[in-house]
């Protein structure tokens, strides 16, 4: 056998491993605190192989920062100032190596290789979970206090968010019927008059009193969406001479880095938007039109 012949095979596969390297270094990055470090990913490409065991915290997001769930992790992470890389997911359906990580493949989900690689989903469970690990590393944190009343208080909040609030905005949003969007104006609005008490209760400026918490972050991201969506497609703004303290809230949230940081362009969330609108997309159920 010539030597050309025997080394052929050879050369071949160091080459296939070269391209392979260099694709794995173009998608890593590198966290460092209170920021984030984009990983870029092909759908099928496998984000879990050589991750970095020193990496404190793995976060696991859509792109372009679109989902209003992932999000408030974001927010959550940038508020805690704790140190993450950002991986972005791509696919649909979501790609095998991820149902490994979060088998139920929403975003968002983090996890924490120096702790076996345990994996947290569920927005909520995030969240609160990124607080207890702030308060374990002995770091301060006031995104969910230690008084058993406000935790209670915060999470009833954030159930009426998940379970009637965020239900009235999307089917409102999603309304064809003109002769319905009064009925589901009025709707939305008395959800969203819970929040506005709560401000006037709290003595603001965010809704549990003095400090950002996660009640405030786990509504924002669809209040958000709401004053640009419904503005372009109902010509609808929250009325101030009803919800003074809730304008004010939404500003002092805009003004926010940990919000910045994490949020959409007004053109984007259009752009975005725009799709879910043709598609008259179901929003995972919270758009209860017919």
């Not at 590198?30 to 490409?45: D, F, Q, V």
């Not at 992932?70 to 790609?95: C, S, W, Y």
């Not at 991820?98 to 469970?125: C, F, H, M, Q, W």
């Not at 969330?269 to 598609?279: K, N, S």
Request: glycine share 4%.
């Amino acid at each position: 056998m010539s030597l050309s012949s025997t080394m052929r095979p050879l050369l071949l596969l160091f080459w296939c491993c070269l391209e392979m390297a260099a694709a794995f270094v173009s998608a890593t990055g590198r966290g460092i605190i209170g920021h984030s470090s984009p990983t870029h990913l092909a759908g099928g490409y496998d984000a879990t192989i050589g991750a970095d065991p020193k990496t404190p915290i793995q976060f696991f997001t859509l792109p372009g920062n679109t989902c209003p769930y992932a999000q408030r992790t974001h927010i959550a992470l940038n508020e805690l100032g704790l140190p993450f890389d950002v991986t972005e997911v791509t696919g649909m359906p979501k790609p095998d190596w991820y149902l490994k990580i979060n088998p139920r493949g929403k975003v968002p989900a983090i996890r924490v290789p120096t702790a076996d690689y345990a994996v947290i989903y569920e927005s909520a469970i995030c969240n609160e979970f990124l607080c207890d690990y702030a308060t374990s590393l002995q770091q301060q944190q006031t995104l969910l206090p230690a008084n058993p009343f406000v935790r209670a208080k915060i999470r009833l909040l954030n159930d009426h968010c998940d379970n009637i609030f965020a239900k009235t905005q999307f089917t409102y949003l999603m309304n064809k019927d003109d002769a319905k969007d009064e009925e589901l104006r009025v709707e939305m609005e008395e959800a969203l008059q819970i929040y506005e008490d709560s401000l006037k209760d709290s003595k603001g400026p965010f809704l549990i009193g003095e400090d950002f918490t996660l009640a405030d972050l786990h509504v924002f991201p669809f209040i958000q969406r709401l004053t640009i969506t419904l503005k372009h497609w109902k010509d609808y703004d929250i009325p101030v001479e009803k919800f003074p303290k809730l304008v004010e809230w939404v500003q002092s949230c805009l003004e926010r880095e940990s919000v910045k940081e994490s949020s959409m362009t007004r053109e984007k969330t259009i752009e975005v938007y725009q799709r879910f609108v043709q598609r008259e997309y179901s929003f995972g159920g919270l758009n209860k039109n017919k």
